[in-house]
């Protein structure tokens, strides 16, 4: 997965400034940064949901943005997706919500389908839980069955959206094994938003710090952690009198709206 020189703006405002981004078959990145930097824009370009204005955005060096629908749509099939706070549909049980992937996009009979959502649940330590409706199940439960969901089709890249945000954290420590125990069987690139380090150090081969619309630095988590560059040293010590200027008004104001706005 490659992204070149990609530009965003929304009205006069620049979110993505000729940003590129690498990221090998098997790879983990993590993506820290400001809340309202553009992170969320940045993983929508990643998956199709946002076009950018120049610059190429390719998947298995095909350019997302110059093949057909037909072929746009088979390109994001090989995504999968883990949302905040999982994103369930609460009007289905939680087998339903994982087999909705694999009725929308398969032929499979009803017993591979069931037989598909029962290795999804053991893979993310939930066996059995296929009748719970998903108001019954605490926020860490909620998440695994996201990745459960976004694992249905076996994508060749995981995109995991603040996977341990309000969790606590004997929780996350479990949602981080589950994460290390995925990209162990399934071996897929993976792509990552967190504001919490221990987080990223724990699932990243690299980490990323995005500001002013671009990867300021790309890093090891053991470089990360030791490096003195002042904008790296802010995230791993928490020290505001490190960080780099905080994005403009306007700027947050545009990434935030097109965080919630597909």
């Not at 999982?86 to 087998?95: I, K, N």
């Not at 071996?187 to 500001?211: C, E, N, Q, W, Y």
């Not at 040293?233 to 935030?256: H, Q």
């Amino acid at each position: 997965m490659k992204l070149t020189k990609v530009t965003k703006s929304f009205g006069t405002k620049t979110v993505l400034s000729g940003l590129d981004l690498t990221v090998a078959k098997g790879e983990s990145l993590v993506l820290v940064g400001q809340s309202g930097i553009g992170k969320s824009v940045l993983l929508k370009h990643v998956i199709g949901l946002l076009k950018p204005d120049s610059g190429t955005v390719e998947i298995d060096g095909e350019d997302l943005w110059k093949v057909s629908a037909k072929d746009r749509d088979r390109l994001r099939r090989k995504f999968g997706m883990s949302f905040q706070e999982g994103a369930l549909f609460d009007s289905m049980s939680v087998g339903e919500n994982i087999a909705f992937p694999l009725t929308r996009h398969t032929k499979k009979t009803k017993k591979e389908i069931a037989d598909r959502v029962a290795e999804c649940l053991d893979l993310v330590r939930l066996p059995g839980i296929e009748e719970k409706r998903p108001s019954e199940l605490s926020g860490g439960m909620r998440r695994r069955v996201g990745f459960a969901r976004a694992i249905a089709l076996q994508p060749e890249i995981l995109i995991f959206d603040e996977p341990t945000t309000g969790l606590d954290p004997i929780t996350t420590d479990v949602v981080v094994k589950v994460i290390e125990e995925m990209r162990a069987r399934l071996k897929p690139s993976a792509i990552t938003i967190t504001h919490d380090l221990k987080v990223a150090f724990g699932i990243a081969d690299r980490v990323g710090l995005l500001s002013g619309g671009k990867i300021l630095v790309d890093m090891t988590p053991k470089e990360f952690e030791e490096s003195k560059d002042p904008r790296v040293a802010a995230f791993v010590t928490g020290d505001s009198e490190l960080a780099p200027p905080e994005v403009e008004p306007e700027r947050r104001k545009a990434a935030t709206a097109a965080e919630a706005h597909p």
